[in-house]
């Protein structure tokens, strides 16, 4: 008998496709994972308070800080004409963002000076003792008020455009015009903005900020200052949270921190109030989708027309990219013979709007969900019956190419859809709902089966490139450095992961080290799901470089082939010799071998013309499916998620635990966008939802009260991305979709299904019982 | 009287005198001691990063609360045991069990929300030994987490309340002979306490007898006992109030007793202990207190002052109303007792003369074989502020036609108000759906209320005569409410 088959082969701890526990873990539950405003603060730090403006849009008349600079405590007042370098934070370079207001104010809350005090409880009362007279001008808070006044767009907008939809729409036996709101959402990370900038010496400055994106802090500290990028050093070891609220928004803390610390050569932290911090930071797009969608009696979409407009505020940010990738995903899973999409960014009198998880894409897949709810009440049928008809289909089939001519090569959304139909006893379980329904005078119930696909690449392609830093130590313990940024998604585990498991050593060897732009330049933000795709694979080419190395020191000192080196657990096999990993390492340190690396990846294959609105913007697809189950009470609207289940697909999981909470968490966050979560401005045009007594995020009584998630465990990825993984940080955000179509159907019920609901999101129990009585009083 | 109060912190006696009126917890954990595991998420009480526990002695012995750092104030911990994440891990480093439990079941990610996690889990696994889920979504209803989705977290607690560990191991069970003895030994000295800094007092009286003479020689000081909402003026508002007289403490505020007519509140008790005694007594109003604030706020805020603060979207007022209250206001020279609605004078405005403060409420037990509901309706099912509120109370004579009713409703005007040409619709009608389907546009006479970011005019009036509907169907036996939990379940 052969022994070997009863022995397990010996393998290191923490290897790709594992599921390791998040690097912090064990600090995050003693409390003493360190965030910024947990690290020591340098003798004599300073705190800032932000001065706001109590306007939505009016010239500034005159403002009078003399109160503020009596006030105790107080040792600097900044205005914009203390900026040494521009007073831009524009991160488009657009220059539409200063950094302070001058003449006018153009939202209300925007910063007009910053008061720099020994104590932050000093800071934040003396910011409220300017007085400043203002000369009002006419403002709008939201897209339709923005269209009234013919206001103006915040960047080009893009039209994406296949086959004759003119002519299809005018030719097809059904046809469908109406239109849809979807409600914005604040990010509402735990730890709000934050930034600590110590001085140095001549223009050097260090900046710890709590930033997606620490290479665009570093510039925008360095332009505001006027000195060069290599003077400004910024940090950032975790957030507290990000979903895309510190991609851009950190800049403003950052920025004034740094020129106030320059100015007074004292350390300076700002850490707004999370009311300040909800009011001057952006959120995600408010959008109104009008479509004209043309199809059969069977279902079949023929061609559809729709223009997405969003509510922008007053500066482009990242507007421009986020209407783009709404368009991209106007499509969810759906062929379109016929296809004309717009997109409208608008611009309001409220802050500047921003990435948040899923960058305009969830906004995109509600509107095609909402028009195959259409079709489905037009034609009497099953929602989930209209979406299968329309799916993309096969390689080689004629139904692959996206409005934007990139063909769809890897899909798999039949397949994920058609696991989880049967998985979740779907077809059963609506059966039994509408014969509930028909016996249930109050309360009613509804279930959906949603699909995502999701394009994984920024759509801006130089940003598809990351960079990373390996050092082997002589002692054999590794250094890790890369630029992406941790916010909880547990990036850093998987980056570790991936180098124990090229080099073959466990992973307590490998120390995660802070992000900081003094290590790996010039990086792209930790965003658009991008993190472990992009800077996995730099930490892989690091690796890479330092194994070709030493692989080339064994071959010269044990005079042997290159094939007869092998990297086993924690040791190398040379010829017939086994040397421990750090003994070898101490070899070819002795031996004279560069055990440091930079590694660097760019994505292959993708391109991307926006003005023709053609190329390849995205690499490849995440898919995904999620069917939910509501009850609704038709006498208040109020709701319940009964249950959900999930299949997702995440390709070859690098740690398929860490996945699991990606796919968990983003559903949650969905369900809040398209439920409780309200942001609600009055004619003031002051936001008055600012905090979350009065913005309301799911609580652990929200989430579905049956919650089966599962991972397509099939799926690999078809291009060779790290481990054959797939980016997880955004796509499931867009299954929470699946409780928002249940809910409609919920109130479908109370018109026999023969009425489109045509609910609004975000469906508050207030939306839910007024689509409920415009049904009643149609059915 | 004394200049300065003592209390243990982890474990340490810690005796102060040089603090303001408002100066928080939280800003004394993190910013005077660097114990920076305690968060702060939102300084108003909504998001529990800032989650400890406090221990104070009860009629039932050492009692720990999970309580929100950022919006109690210093001066109310006289007496009592504060507790923080700091103190959790053994001396060896090993892991609570409650925090061993959120690793194993991945249950951080960003970890910022964490720490206030591991102190409410902690508070629930000291309290109960077998939580159901739904114990366990009760007791989070004051965290906020924006990564996990909750999922995990729910997990953990399942986990750690099915592997519970030697008493010895948790360091709050390991010390609470000792810790009882030095509070015990703290209260002894009953003395009036009172700590000034920069000409700010912060007053500690002994007993109830001295707060009212105190508040008669300080009629403008700030009285506060939760601090739930007086927190939020201190840290949104950021006004300073001087003197703050702390009442949460005297634990003669803090008794329940009833008899068969009535069940007499005393203005001190917190919703938690309210919710332990009024879930039995009359189960929808104890329902309803299990979705006011969070854990921590119902561990904090009290019965009183939900009442004495006036505001007209208070959870408590209505139902109370609507079971025909009393409210016993009490000066130094005595007593006076007033209808509970008649304590509402207008938006913002109460008759509470100055020296005076709510002393208890009495209310009567619902009449046996008469109906009573309340239902809040909010955007968020639990840890809401209500769009409305709308409590009910009805009995029928015996030919079943309405012999009394009262209907009270909060968010329908500026203060909370009953519906008397609701009511006068309904008395002496018999209980059917013609009365009541006639009786609910009666409504527009009694409210117009107000459109704002909690719901539109519209929806508040059609809602209202909806809880009409819905309370008829109740009594009709037609269950019509969603619960997440039914009955056997929780």
Known sequence: MDKSTFETKPIIKGPMHSSLKHDSAHKHVTGSAEYIDDIPEPSGTLHGGLGLSDRAHAEIVSVDLSAVKAAPGVVWVMTAADIPGFNDVASTGQHDEPLLATTKVEFHRQPIFAVIAETRDQARRAATLARIEYRDLPHWTDIDGARENGAPLVVEPMVLKRGEPETEIENSPLRVQAHMYIGGQEHFYLESHIALAIPGEDEDITVWSSTQHPSEVQHMVAHVLGIANNAVTVMTRRMGGGFGGKETQGNHFACLASVAAKKLKRAVKFRPDRDEDMAVTGKRHDFRVDYDVAFDEEGHIHAVDVTYAARCGFSADLSGPVTDRALFHADSSYYYPHVRLASQPLKTHTVSNTAFRGFGGPQGMLGAERIIEEIAYATGKDPLEIRKLNFYGKRGSERTVTPYHQEVEDNIIAKVVEELEASSDYQARRQAIIDFNADSPVIRKGIALTPVKFGISFTMTAYNQAGALVHIYNDGSIHLNHGGTEMGQGLYIKVAQVVADTFQVDIDRVKITATTTGKVPNTSATAASSGSDLNGMAAYDACRQIKERLIDFATRQWKVGRDKIEFLPNRVRIGSEIVPFDTFVRAAYYDRVQLSAAGFYKTPKIHWDRKAGRGRPFYYFAYGAAVSEVAIDTLTGEYLVERTDILHDVGKSLNPAIDIGQIEGGFVQGLGWLTTEELWWDAKGRLRTHAPSTYKIPLASDRPKIFNVKLAEWSENAEPTIGRSKAVGEPPFMLAISVFEAISMAVASVAEYRVCPRLDAPATPERVLMAVERLKSIG | ?490
């Open chain 2, 1 to 490: 009287m004394s200049e300065a109060i003592r209390f243990i912190l982890n474990g340490e006696e810690v005796t102060r005198g040089d603090f303001g009126p408002t100066e928080t917890l939280l800003d004394y954990l993190r910013l005077r001691r660097r114990l920076t595991g305690t968060k702060e998420g939102c300084a108003e009480g909504d998001c529990g990063a800032c989650t400890v526990l406090v221990g104070r002695l009860t009629e039932q012995g050492l009692r720990y609360e999970s309580v929100n750092a950022c919006i109690r104030f210093l001066g109310s911990l006289h007496g009592t045991h504060v507790v923080t994440v700091e103190h959790l891990a053994g001396r060896d480093g090993a892991l609570h069990p409650v925090q061993q439990a959120l690793v194993d079941t991945h249950g951080s990610q960003c970890g910022f929300c964490t720490p206030g996690f591991v102190m409410s889990l902690y508070g629930l696994w000291l309290s109960n030994q077998a939580p159901t889920r739904a114990d366990i979504e009760s007791a989070l209803q004051g965290n906020l987490c924006r990564c996990t989705g909750y999922e995990p977290i729910v997990k953990a607690a399942e986990q750690v309340s099915q592997n519970r560990p030697s008493s010895l191991f948790d360091p709050l069970e390991r010390d609470h002979i000792q810790i009882m003895a030095k509070l015990w030994s703290i209260h002894s000295e009953a003395d009036t306490i009172v700590v000034e800094k920069d000409g700010a007092r912060s007053i500690v009286p002994a007993s109830v007898a001295a707060f009212s003479d105190i508040l008669a020689e300080e009629p403008d000081a700030t009285i506060v006992a939760g601090a739930t909402d007086v927190g939020l003026w201190v840290t949104k508002q950021m006004r300073l109030l001087n003197p703050v007289i702390f009442i949460n403490h005297l634990t003669e505020l803090q008794s329940v007793t009833s008899d068969e007519t009535t069940i007499t509140i005393g203005a001190g008790v917190s919703y938690a202990q309210a919710f332990d005694l009024l879930t039995d007594e009359i189960s929808s109003l104890g329902r309803l207190i299990d979705r006011i604030g969070g854990q921590q706020v119902r561990n904090m805020g009290t019965i009183g002052g939900n009442i004495a603060n006036g505001s007209p979207i208070g959870d408590i007022p209505p139902p109370l109303i609507a079971l025909g209250a009393e409210l016993t206001l009490r000066t130094h020279a005595g007593r006076r007792t007033i209808a509970l609605e008649d304590y509402f004078l207008a938006y913002g405005k109460q008759d509470r003369l100055q020296g005076e403060f709510v002393e208890k409420v009495c209310v009567p037990r619902p009449a046996e074989g008469s109906h009573f509901a309340v239902y809040k309706i909010s955007k968020r099912r639990d840890e809401d502020i209500s769009a409305l509120c709308g409590a009910f109370n009805l009995t029928l004579d015996a030919e079943g036609k309405v012999g009394k009713i009262r209907i009270a409703f909060g968010g329908m005007a500026a203060t909370p108000k009953r519906a008397k040409h609701v009511e006068e619709a309904l008395l002496g009608k018999e209980w059917s759906w013609e009365t009541v389907s006639a009786a609910r546009n009666a409504f527009d006479e009694d409210y117009t209320p107000l459109t704002d970011w909690r719901a539109t005019a519209e929806y508040r009036s059609l809602a209202a005569k909806n809880l009409l509907t819905r309370f008829f169907l109740e009594t009709a036996g037609a269950p019509t409410e969603l619960r997440r939990f039914e009955l056997e379940e929780a």
